[in-house]
């Protein structure tokens, strides 16, 4: 369509395959690294920046930024991933404020993140 607005962080290439839950209590750790990634429900084909979401839901911002360089992001996919943080933070805090205290939290930790 002529004149229609571009998207600020444009997705080059081909939807891949993603998580879309990478929320802490998905990430299993052993011995400080990663060892699984656990509810499969939200497993599809879309966006690879909607996997980022741990950057701005589990890490301070040191290692947000170790986290960024180690996976050679383009500042696009970053903005994007910054945006799915920030979709799926504004939806829980209001569905969890009063049934899950530990995801309201998570979603008010997001939001400052994201917001930072």
Do not use: C, K
Request: hydrophobic share 50%; glycine share 8%; no cysteine.
């Amino acid at each position: 369509m002529a004149g229609a607005p571009r998207p600020s962080a444009p997705l080059d290439g081909w939807p891949t395959w993603i998580h879309a839950d990478l929320m802490p209590g998905n990430l299993l750790v052993r011995d400080g690294r990663l060892a699984a990634v656990i509810d499969l429900g939200a497993v599809d084909v879309g966006d690879p920046a909607v996997d980022l979401m741990p950057a701005w839901n589990l890490f301070d911002a040191g290692s947000r930024e170790t986290y960024r360089r180690a996976l050679g992001v383009d500042d696009a996919t970053w903005e994007r991933g910054r945006g799915w943080a920030l979709e799926q933070a504004i939806n829980a805090l209001p569905y969890y404020v009063e049934t899950n205290l530990v995801m309201a939290a998570i979603a008010r930790r997001t939001l400052r993140a994201v917001l930072d």
